[in-house]
């Protein structure tokens, strides 16, 4: 054994630091070097009155413990915290007398409720793949996959199932719920602002993206920053949240000047209600547009483009943004990239991936033009309008598709998933489920995306045979 005495500040420098003008013991252990708890100044304030309080002292904190209902393992392990800390601990003498028992109580006492109130938060780690990135040329950091809740607060889908769905994404790691009024009324946002005020995570773990829609046919047309302030305003209401992260503006508004869009989305930015805008479904002559007009006004400059991504609608996503994505650095969310995964197996198209009903109403929503939405009648309301040969070639392809995702092990949902996040444009994969194990099923995806090597791709181009092809350029020289 090894002792060293520990004495006050003006002693020599080989004596040691003092604590409290009073001379202190420490013994260490030679092989693990662990302190053995041993103050002389305590032992010998220490009486018999002393130890009969230190007895009424537990008995009493003991009593009010119990009559908090605390479990057992927390009281024991709050005891044993509470009596370490008692032996540890210098008494304190205020006018040469010893502190009363009612002093030490009341010092012990706030530490007991505060196990009632631990907050919640994250437990598991992410699932393998999961990727964050910065949205655009932003700060802010997205999961590669996120959670698009239209199908989850469809009317098929009960309230606990929802709030299963909700969880289970948080607790993998996704931190993106993309939602809006627009996809099955008003039920996402306040079903999503109830579970995050119940679950009561930190509001810098998740993101929420919401939308402004309009539509010719309905009372609120155009982008107006009359309707640009109402929506944000009714969506924090529903919500129950302080801001919103991200406000993405579905579809350009051709009657309405784009620079009244620009500097209404900076007015609600300066009033604190959201943090970033975005567009949907804007071509890049629109997206441009905007840019311009953000930079001549001083405007925040929108972050990123929310747009349809799949096996069979390429030609935007690869030909038309990628100048956007160079030039201007805004990011890429894409959404449905199942919605043309057709279950072939008996030789008939069908949505195995989302509930029927739901993509029917998708039809009658602002979430698809006008013009496209007029031409889904009761026969085509679940599939748009092909031809027969168009939809047998179509079958033909997904058939091979499902071949080859039965080689690498896994579905065809899974290998479409995979092949978005392929492409280094996109930041964020949109997916919808409408149970937590169809979502499982979703995430394992992202194991799949290591797989796809060049030579699979090249195998995946040679099914598909829809590569778009950029034009080439015309020379003005040339047409001389």
Not at 261 to 285: E, F, K, L, P, Q
Not at 287 to 294: D, G, Q, R, T, V
Not at 394 to 405: C, D
Request: aromatic fraction near 8%; glycine fraction near 6%.
């Amino acid at each position: 054994m090894m002792s060293l005495n520990l004495l006050n500040p003006g002693g020599s420098g080989a004596s040691g630091y003092g604590v409290s003008g009073r001379r202190c013991n420490v013994r260490f252990q030679h092989r693990n070097r662990t302190p053995v708890t041993s103050v002389e100044s305590m032992e010998d304030q220490q009486s018999s009155s002393h130890c009969v309080s230190s007895q009424q002292q537990d008995h009493s904190v003991s009593n009010q413990r119990a009559s908090l209902h605390l479990p057992e393992a927390a009281l024991n392990a709050n005891s044993t915290a509470a009596s370490s800390h008692q032996h540890l601990q210098f008494t304190p003498r205020v006018g040469g007398t010893q502190a009363t028992l009612a002093e030490k109580e009341d010092s012990l006492s706030p530490a007991v409720p505060s196990l009632l109130h631990l907050p919640l938060c994250r437990q598991t780690t992410p699932v393998p793949g999961l990727r964050y990135r910065n949205l655009g040329k932003s700060g802010l950091r997205v999961s590669n996959v996120g959670l698009g809740t239209w199908v989850t607060f469809s009317a098929p889908i009960s309230e606990e199932v929802a709030e299963d769905i909700i969880v289970m994404a948080f607790e993998s790691g996704i931190n993106v719920f993309d939602l809006s009024d627009g996809y099955c009324g008003p039920r996402a946002e306040v079903s999503l602002g109830r579970i995050l005020r119940q679950r009561r995570w930190r509001r810098s773990s998740y993101i929420v993206i919401t939308k402004i829609y309009w539509s010719y046919r309905s009372e609120e047309r155009g982008l107006s920053k009359k309707h640009i302030v109402e929506s944000i305003r009714a969506s924090l209401d529903r919500l129950q949240l302080d801001y919103i992260d991200v406000v993405l503006i579905h579809r350009a508004d051709p009657m309405c000047p784009m620079e009244e869009v620009v500097r209404a989305m900076n007015h609600v930015i300066d009033h604190g209600w959201i943090m970033y805008w975005g567009t949907s479904r804007w071509s890049s002559v629109e997206i441009s547009e905007a840019y311009n007009n953000c930079r001549q006004f001083n405007c925040p400059l929108p972050i990123c483009e929310q747009s349809e991504y799949h096996f069979l609608c390429r030609e935007k996503i690869e030909i038309s943004l990628p100048e956007v994505y160079n030039k201007l650095g805004v990011g890429l969310m894409t959404w449905s990239p199942l919605t043309m995964g057709f279950n072939v197996s008996k030789g008939e198209e069908t949505f195995p991936n989302f509930h029927r009903m739901s993509f029917k109403k998708k039809f009658s929503t602002v979430t698809w033009p006008d013009d496209d939405a007029a031409g889904a009648t009761k026969e085509n309301a679940y599939v748009p309008r092909m031809s027969a040969e168009e939809v047998q070639r179509q079958n033909s392809k997904l058939r091979e598709i499902s071949l080859m995702a039965e080689r690498f092990g896994c579905t065809s949902s899974q290998l479409a998933i995979a092949w978005t996040l392929k492409n280094e444009h996109v930041h964020s994969v949109l997916v919808g489920a409408i149970s937590p194990e169809q979502l499982y099923e979703h995430l394992q995806a992202l194991q799949i995306v290591p797989k796809l090597s060049a030579a699979v791709m090249m195998d995946l181009e040679r099914v598909l045979d829809n590569k778009p092809i950029r034009p080439p350029m015309i020379s003005t020289l040339a047409m001389r």
